[in-house]
Each structure stands twice: as structure tokens, then as C-alpha cells.
């Protein structure tokens, strides 16, 4: 198991170690941005990453070895048929390429195709640099990665368990119980806690702070070709960064951005946790981060490709636009801030013995 040295590679100076096969379409030695005049600047006064969560220090291997199968095991659905990982897979850039989540009793089919009896009201959110992160959700409705762990878990749409069911199932595979064990030394028993701190341990892995923009960031402006340089300053032009701001090209701001609404689905955002009428239709500036893969885009995935949502944001602001500019944003987000080197790693096979989902592209 590789997550922890991952991490570490990725947190310090590793020039090379873009996500294996990526790194030739998101790192593509072009024109230097020197030729665009800019000598390696930012649009913006750099900042540095805050520090990872004192959670996440002393956490035992075992606990995120235990996390990544969990994450991946339908043995935590009523329909043994549905896993976290049938809405968050590393094949969609740990979304599900579906407009909204499809949930239990719908097979074991992930991906496009994906049909059932249980469509939830939004769009499976991407799942990268959790770790840092003060709320949780499109509306901000949850704080830590234990507590939203539980919430698809029990939700009759998602997964459908309860916390009995989850425990009963879980001690029957002597496996489960010897990693329990492993994985909480001074707690060592199947408890729907654990459960929730293993789930959370897994996915504070999911870092992306290596993308061809960060390494820019750190001097080598030879990373990012002239379209993606220009992209970037005029990402910077348009204010797109006052939310989506860097490093982590998100913020724990909430705004109503006038996506389509879908019929039939109520959703009123961050309202519904804050009971302020003024937040109706506001949602969180989300991660653009990985997010070439998560199409469609949205709270309700309403828009389909990067470059209609990025043309989207543009018609919510002031400034008059273009083609090309559109364009030139498409291509600093979808290509200058990708590093899936700390993905999901999904198992060759599971404790429980149950198959894992079958993530069909549909074409
Ligand atoms: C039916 C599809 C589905 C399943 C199954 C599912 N999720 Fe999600 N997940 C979603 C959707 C949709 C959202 C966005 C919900 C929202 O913001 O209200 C989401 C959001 C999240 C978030 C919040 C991300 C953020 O940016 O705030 C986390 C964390 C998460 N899921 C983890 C999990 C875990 C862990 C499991 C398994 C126990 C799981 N999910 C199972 C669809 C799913
Ligand atoms: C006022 C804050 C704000 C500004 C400024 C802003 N955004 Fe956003 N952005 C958001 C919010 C909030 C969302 C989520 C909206 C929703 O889903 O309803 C979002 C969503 C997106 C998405 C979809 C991401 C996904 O995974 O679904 C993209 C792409 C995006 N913004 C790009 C941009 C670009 C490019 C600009 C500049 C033209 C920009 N944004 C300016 C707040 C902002």
C-alpha cells in the first residue's frame, strides 16, 4: 500500500510524479509562458497550502488499508449491490458521470448508464483535498468526513443500512474484524464509529496538490504552455478566482450562480441549513481541481462539458467575454490544475466476496 509515501511525495518536492500517463496531456513541455512575457508570474500573490489536519497525523496504515476497502465494499448496502464507490469512482474523477447520483437497486452497473429507482437531487461531488476542508456538502450542511460518512450510509436513496445491520454484517467476515482490530489498536471492535473514522482516514488521502500549476507555482514556468498561462491570467481577469481561489481553486463561499433547475427536484442550497431566506439557491464554490473527469458540472449536473460550465460562470459576471477566452479557461482548469496521483485505488477483491461495481464508460 503506497497512499502514505503518496502523500508525502506529493507534499514535498517531487518534480516528476504526475498521476502515470498524465502527465504527457497535463504537462506537455509547449512554448514556455516566458514567451508570453510573464516570466513565471502568477495573477496572484502566491499562498501556500494550509497545513494538513492534526487528524491526520499517527493515523495507523491499517486504518486507511481498511477505509480503501470499505469505500469500495457493497457489503455496506442493502442491495449488496452499491458502494461508495458506485457514485465517487477513480474512473470519473471520483464522481460518477451521471447528472445526479443513482443509488441502491440499480445493479451493479456505475457510470452513464446508470438507472434505478433511486435518483438523489444532486450531482455526486468530486472528492479531493476533503482533508482541508471547514464544511462538507454543496450547502455546507456537514463539518467533518466522520459525521457525512454516515449520511449515504443510512440514507434510504443511497446505501439504505442501518447501524446494527452494519456492524452484524461487517463481525460475520473474520477479515473485517481482524483489521478492525489492526486499524483501531485502542479501540479495537466493528462499531459504526470505526466505520465512519476508517471511511474518513481513506478519503483525507485524496490530495491534488502536484498539478502542473502548482509546479509552476514553484518556479518551473516551462510546465504550463502559452494557452495555459494565458488561461490562467485571464481566469484571474475575470474575478473567477475570488471563489475559486488558489491554491485550492475553491472557498467556503456560497453563491447562487443561476444554474438551470431541474422539474420536479426541490433544492433550495445552503438555505436549508442556514434557515436564511437570502441563501436560497446558493451553493458552495466547489474544487476545480480534477475536474476534467467529473462532467456533468453543477449541483444538479445540469451542464454537460467543462467548456459550457466555464462559459456559464463567464455569463454571471461583468466583464464582456469571448470564444477564445472561454477557451483559454477551459484549458488552465481542465488541464493545468490536474494531479490524480492520490486517487482511489480500487481493490482486485473484497473481504465480504461481494463483486465490485462495474464502472461502464457506455459507449
Ligand atoms: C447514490 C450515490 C452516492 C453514494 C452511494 C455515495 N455518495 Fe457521496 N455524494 C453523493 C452526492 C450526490 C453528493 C453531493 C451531496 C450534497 O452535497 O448534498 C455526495 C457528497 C459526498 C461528500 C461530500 C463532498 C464535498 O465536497 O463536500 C463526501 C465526503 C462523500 N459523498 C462521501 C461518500 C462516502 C464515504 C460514501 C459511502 C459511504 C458515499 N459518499 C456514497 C453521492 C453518493
Ligand atoms: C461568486 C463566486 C464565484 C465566482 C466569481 C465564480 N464562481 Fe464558479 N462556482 C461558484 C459556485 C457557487 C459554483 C457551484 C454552483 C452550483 O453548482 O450551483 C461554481 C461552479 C463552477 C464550476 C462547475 C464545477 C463543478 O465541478 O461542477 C466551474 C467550472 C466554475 N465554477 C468555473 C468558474 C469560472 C471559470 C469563473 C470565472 C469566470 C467562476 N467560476 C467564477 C462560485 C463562483
Not at 472528492?127 to 466522520?146: K, M, P, S
Not at 456533468?296 to 451542464?303: A, I, L, Q, R, S
Request: net charge negative; charged share 25%.
Amino acid at each position: 500500500m503506497l497512499i502514505l509515501a503518496a502523500i508525502a511525495a506529493s507534499c514535498g518536492d517531487s518534480a516528476d510524479s504526475a498521476g502515470p500517463g498524465d502527465s504527457a496531456d497535463s504537462a506537455e513541455p509547449g512554448d514556455p509562458a516566458d514567451s508570453a512575457g510573464r516570466g513565471g508570474t502568477t495573477p496572484w500573490p502566491l499562498t501556500a497550502f494550509p497545513p494538513l489536519p492534526e487528524v491526520m497525523k499517527d493515523v495507523p496504515e491499517a486504518r486507511i488499508e481498511l477505509g480503501n476497502l470499505l469505500f469500495y465494499d457493497a457489503i455496506l448496502s442493502i442491495d449488496r449491490e452499491t458502494s461508495c464507490s458506485t457514485c465517487h469512482s477513480e474512473r470519473w474523477g471520483l464522481s460518477d458521470a451521471l447528472r445526479r447520483g443513482v443509488g441502491q437497486g440499480a445493479g451493479l452497473r456505475a457510470g452513464p448508464g446508470r438507472q434505478g429507482p433511486n435518483t438523489v437531487r444532486r450531482n455526486s461531488s468530486t472528492l479531493f483535498n476533503l482533508a482541508f476542508r471547514e464544511t462538507l456538502l454543496l450547502d455546507g450542511g456537514a463539518q467533518t468526513l466522520e459525521e457525512q460518512a454516515l449520511i449515504p450510509l443510512f440514507a434510504d436513496d443511497e446505501l439504505g443500512l442501518d447501524s446494527e445491520t452494519v456492524v452484524s454484517e461487517l463481525s460475520a467476515i473474520p477479515e473485517y474484524v481482524d483489521m478492525f482490530a489492526e486499524a483501531f489498536p485502542d479501540n479495537p471492535e466493528v462499531s459504526i464509529d470505526n466505520v465512519a473514522a476508517a471511511l474518513a482516514a481513506y478519503q483525507r488521502t485524496f490530495l491534488s496538490m502536484n498539478a502542473s500549476y502548482d509546479k509552476y507555482a514553484e518556479g518551473r514556468p516551462q510546465v504550463l504552455t502559452e494557452d495555459m498561462t494565458e488561461g490562467m491570467f485571464r481566469f484571474a481577469e475575470m474575478g473567477c478566482n475570488d471563489c475559486h481561489a488558489p491554491p485550492l481553486f475553491e472557498s467556503e463561499t456560497f453563491a447562487n450562480r443561476n444554474v438551470p433547475e431541474v422539474e420536479g427536484v426541490v433544492d433550495h442550497g445552503r438555505e436549508e441549513v442556514t434557515k436564511l431566506p437570502e441563501d436560497r439557491g446558493k451553493f458552495r464554490a466547489v474544487t476545480l481541481r480534477n475536474i476534467a473527469f467529473t462532467e456533468p458540472y453543477f449541483h444538479n449536473g445540469t451542464v454537460d462539458s467543462l467548456a459550457d460550465a466555464v462559459r456559464h460562470e463567464l455569463e454571471q459576471g461583468d466583464e464582456p467575454f469571448t470564444d477564445e477566452d472561454v477557451r483559454l479557461i477551459t484549458v488552465f482548469i481542465g488541464k493545468a490544475l490536474r494531479d490524480e496521483s492520490n486517487d482511489a485505488i480500487r481493490p482486485a477483491s473484497l473481504p465480504s466476496g461481494l463483486p465490485l461495481s462495474i464502472d461502464d464508460p457506455g459507449q
